[in-house]
């Protein structure tokens, strides 16, 4: 899925971006087993200043809000990884986030060309690789893009990856989703997802905070989710979050709150194991 309109564009045009696309669309079927080849270089080059004033921008709006109600977990996450203000981060090389990710929790981002199918991207989390959209919203959508960006991905997500809890959480996320065919399943995982790594808040000192990449790279909603009177906050439990539809395209009615982040690792690590021991055995 390309974004429309993006600036730069031909950083996902190329042949390498094609093949890895190519292959990620097949992954899992008989030869299509090794989720590295959906990956692509991120070719910095390619990055206008348009671009980096877009990153310098959306950086700036966003750390003056959540230097306040953002959750401390994200915030310390920001600055273990060197996440800066000044350029798009590097995703490679000595001064790029893997750098400090891999030191921390064996994290690492990895450059895709577009839209991974649900069974690709849980390959990824379950190898503690997080697939990472390398091209940057427009400066005409920078309030708000339907579709995933640079600045969704590495901005929203990658400083929870820097802490233990998070990674183990959503290492064993991905390895759970892998195990099932079960659409019932998916689809709850699905919404278990939205409703704590793209839209999650958490209670810190007795305040709520905001660590869902969602609401951390939104402007418009971060400040909706912990302010306004038509969202319906509620305390988080694993089933009552799976049975919960979602909205795709307007601000989220419905937040959960976290208790700590432990209490989100224990209770996928009690879907996972419920998933395993629904796995038919395999005969000897």
């Known amino acids: 899925m390309k974004m429309s309109g993006s600036l730069n ?32 270089d991120q070719s910095y080059a390619g990055y206008t200043e348009e671009n980096q004033e877009t990153w310098r921008t959306l950086y700036d709006r966003q750390m003056e809000f959540l230097a306040d109600n953002a959750s401390g977990v994200y915030l310390s996450g920001a600055r273990s990884i060197k996440l800066v203000r000044d350029h798009i981060p590097y995703l490679e090389g000595p001064k790029s986030i893997n750098t400090y990710l891999s030191r921390l929790t064996g994290w690492q981002s990895k450059a895709v060309p577009g839209y991974l199918k649900p069974k690709t991207f849980f390959g990824c989390l379950a190898r503690r690789e997080f697939p990472t959209t390398i091209v940057i919203r427009p400066k005409e959508s920078i309030d708000y893009l339907p579709e995933p960006d640079i600045f969704h ?78 969202v319906d906050r509620r305390p988080f439990d694993l089933e009552t979050v799976c049975a ?41």
Request: charged share 25%; net charge negative.
């Open 9 to 40: 564009h031909a950083m996902i045009d190329g042949a390498q971006a094609k093949a890895a696309q190519a292959y990620a669309d097949h992954f899992g079927e008989p030869g299509y087993g090794d989720v590295s080849h959906c990956y692509i």
């Open 153 to 230: 991905d590495v901005f929203g997500h990658v400083p929870l990856h820097a802490d233990p809890t998070f990674a183990d959480f959503l290492q064993t996320y991905g390895k759970a989703a892998l195990t099932t065919d079960d659409p019932a399943h998916t689809e709850r995982l699905a919404r278990l997802f939205w409703f704590t790594v793209e839209f999650g808040l958490i209670r810190e000192e007795g305040r709520l905070k905001l660590y869902g990449s969602g609401l951390i790279s939104s402007p418009g909603e971060s400040k909706h989710a912990l302010t306004s009177p038509k």
């Open 244 to 284: 919960t539809s979602f909205e795709i395209d307007d601000y989220q009615p419905i937040l959960y709150v976290l208790d700590s982040f432990q209490q989100l690792r224990d209770a996928m690590e009690t879907y996972a194991n419920r998933l395993l021991d629904e796995r038919p055995a395999v005969r000897a």
